[in-house]
């Protein structure tokens, strides 16, 4: 997994990168009207239900713009929130404010939505040991945010990139020639470069599970579209040889069934591809 560092950094990037789309030469509303010492206050308030996230994303937000903004913090990341709840005040230069509204805004709707539907897996699996897992299936550059919603729903994070792990999926065992090619090929590669990634392999079918089995090295074998039955017997193929991971297509539905044959993980790209945001506004009071 990334360092923090290396999380920090990427979360200053969208920060930047985000202003600069939004904002451009000038938020021209604002200064075609709001005197540039005139100051005011806001509140971020909740008009919905589920879980909150993206409060400390925003205090960061406000620190960018201008650091001279204060942020009163009423309920934290990872709270449960409801219909008329405040989150935070902030108060400073309206400008500032509003230069603001529009990136903290998106941010927390979509991390607060993430993190609410992550949370639903969460206790959807609560007392089965299984932990539930998002994806790369994600925004492409705000992969940051939407991770970091994850774990405020109190999810664990797969891979963040295709540099931090390495994983052995369909098309890579096919392209290499199999899947023991595709292992010792791999582990060569790790050598020769001395990287200390882990190795994850994704199976079809039971015989491939069988056949990662016989090479040593991998840390956890991805059991992908299996059904139920198999699931079970996968599992009790690979014992305590390496961690296992459901995966494919899995809901809120069918994810206590499948935490139940006993997996050490299921994934999911459905809690940052499929969500709605949460209604959030910023109000000036």
């Known amino acids: ?21 939004d904002v451009g030469d000038g938020d021209h509303s604002s200064l075609a009207c709001i005197p540039e010492d ?36 009423k309920i934290t990341d990872g709270s449960k929130v409801k219909h008329g709840d405040v989150c935070f005040y902030v108060s400073g230069l309206s400008q500032s404010i509003l230069k603001s509204e529009r990136l903290v805004l998106n941010a927390m709707q979509r991390m607060s939505a993430i993190a609410t539907k992550t949370n639903e897996y969460v206790q959807l699996l609560e007392g089965t040991g299984t932990k539930i897992l998002d994806t790369r299936k994600t925004t492409p550059g705000i992969r940051a945010l939407e991770k970091w919603a994850v774990k405020i729903g ?5 891979r963040f990139a295709l540099y931090d792990m390495i994983m052995l999926k369909d098309n890579h065992i096919d392209f290499c020639g199999g899947i023991t090619k595709a292992i010792q090929k791999t582990k060569e590669y790790l050598q ?8 994850i392999v994704e199976a079809r079918n039971l015989k491939e599970i069988e056949e990662i089995l016989e090479n040593e090295g991998v840390y956890r074998i991805l059991i992908d579209n299996f059904n139920y039955e198999d699931t079970r017997k996968a599992v009790q193929l690979i014992g305590d040889t390496c961690l296992t991971e459901s995966s494919g297509g899995i809901t809120l539905e069918t994810a206590r069934k499948y935490a139940e044959c006993g997996v050490d993980y299921i994934s999911s790209g459905a809690l940052t591809h499929s969500v709605y945001n949460m209604d959030l506004s910023l109000k000036a009071v």
């Open 192 to 199: 020769d470069h001395s990287f200390n990634l882990k190795i």
């Open 38 to 73: 005139a100051v005011g206050k806001a509140k971020l308030l909740v008009k919905d239900e589920g879980i909150i996230a993206g409060v400390d994303f925003a205090r960061q937000v406000f620190d960018f713009v201008d650091p001279g903004l204060k942020v009163d913090i």
């Open 1 to 21: 997994m990334i360092s923090k560092k290396q999380f920090n950094r990427e979360i200053d990037k969208i920060i930047s990168n985000a202003i600069r789309e």
């Open 154 to 158: 109190g999810g664990e994070n797969h």
